[in-house]
């Protein structure tokens, strides 16, 4: 599989929902530089992926790796998102950067 493939994708994607007992998606379209595509699993865990190709492709991934695509970004779906330690420290690093 190529780096950055639809196929590749779709196989990230997929082992994402695998791995944290399902996960459900956000597409958010980010202009000429594509789709990002947040993933949160039923655990809470949470990661991002990247669809050069547009919101259109990213669904398609989405779709056969057989996790569902919210409209938007639903309260019950924020809740259920852990935010990982990391991330808090890059947070906090970047509000005080400011």
Known sequence: ????????????????????GGAKAVIEYVGKRGARIVLVGE??????QFAAAGTDVARKACETA??????????????????SNDLWRSMSRRSMAR
């Open 1 to 20: 599989m190529a780096e950055g493939s639809d196929t590749t994708l779709t196989a990230d994607i997929r082992s994402f929902a695998v791995g944290h």
């Open 66 to 83: 057989g996790v569902q695509v919210e409209n938007e970004w639903e309260r019950e779906l924020m809740e259920q998102m852990r935010p």
């Open 43 to 48: 655990d809470g865990e949470w990661t991002d």
